[in-house]
């Protein structure tokens, strides 16, 4: 009878740990894209991190950026999901530049999800070099993971 007792009691605590929102952001690249708007010329990886490099050097040829991130929910659907991409830049004559983007996120389950939030060609142009990011993952306005630069 004790032993019943301790699988119900086990058993109640998974099941509410079960229903408790959970997320990840597992991995963030933030990419340059180039003026046709690629981030890589081919779907290499290798490549892709050899036409990073290039950007990075010639800033001439980037128009935009971009934050591919991995993210992982398995939350109840109880309010919507946000992803929310923090950047600050180079100071200004008065102030650093700071800006943040949200994306909404429709897709939620056991596995994995990629998510790609643009920084536009305009906004990038105003704002300049991006130094720190941070992304982070919300569940209404609950915070579930996060990852962030090493400078943030």
Known sequence: MRWLTVLLCLGLVLG????????????????????????????????????QALLRRNPARRSALRFAVEWKSSTPETQALNLRVEMRGVAGADAPRESSLELPLHQRGWFSHWAYVTLSEADYQKFGEVTAWRVTLWDGDRLLGEQKSFLW
């Not at 597992?26 to 036409?51: C, E, H, M, T």
């Open 16 to 51: 509410i740990k079960a229903q408790a929102a959970q997320g990840k952001v597992l991995k963030v690249l933030p990419q340059f894209l180039d003026k046709q708007g690629r981030s890589s010329v081919s779907p290499s990886l290798y490549d892709r991190d050899a036409y």
